[in-house]
C-alpha cells in the first residue's frame, strides 16, 4: 500500500505510539512507490519512546497480580512481565515480591513494579 509520508507519520507511527502514551522517536521510511515519486512509500519502520525528555527519569507505578490461584514463582514473574510489557512498560527485577506461599516454590500473587524504559542516548559519530 502506498501512502504519503505525512500519512504514515499520523496513521500508524504517531497513532501506535501514542497508543502507549509514548513520543515518536525515529522514523524510516521504506521502498518509494513510483507513482507517487519521492514523496509516497510503501512502508514504514519507526520507533517510539516513554519520553521525549533527553535526560528521562524512569517512573514506575505497583501493580498486583493474583490472590486467588496458588502457581509456581515462574509463572507469576512471566504474568508480571507480560503485564508491564502490555502497557508498554518493563518489570523492574528488584521490585517482584512473591506473597503468600501455598507449597513448594509456589504462591498466591505477586506484588512488582512497572516501570517506563527511558529513550537510550542517541550514538554520534
Known amino acids: 500500500m502506498c501512502k504519503e509520508h505525512s500519512a504514515w507519520v499520523s496513521a500508524a507511527a504517531r497513532a501506535c505510539c501514542d497508543l502507549f502514551g509514548q513520543q515518536l522517536r525515529s522514523l524510516q521510511f521504506g521502498s518509494v512507490c513510483p507513482q507517487m515519486g519521492s514523496f509516497g512509500a510503501r512502508q514504514v519502520r519507526f ?13 514506575c507505578e505497583t501493580r498486583k497480580l493474583g490472590f486467588g490461584e ?22 523492574s527485577s528488584t ?3 512473591l506473597s503468600s506461599p ?18 537510550p542516548t542517541p550514538i554520534t559519530r
Not at 75 to 81: E, N, P, S, Y
Not at 103 to 119: A, Q
Open 47 to 59: 520507533e517510539c519512546c516513554p519520553s521525549d525528555d533527553p535526560n528521562p527519569t524512569t517512573h
Open 70 to 91: 496458588c502457581l509456581d514463582d515462574g509463572i507469576w514473574k512471566q504474568r508480571a512481565a507480560t503485564e508491564c510489557g502490555n502497557s508498554g512498560r518493563i518489570v
Open 95 to 97: 521490585s517482584q515480591r
Open 102 to 119: 501455598c507449597g513448594p516454590g509456589r504462591y498466591s500473587g505477586i506484588v512488582f513494579d512497572c516501570c517506563t524504559i527511558p529513550c
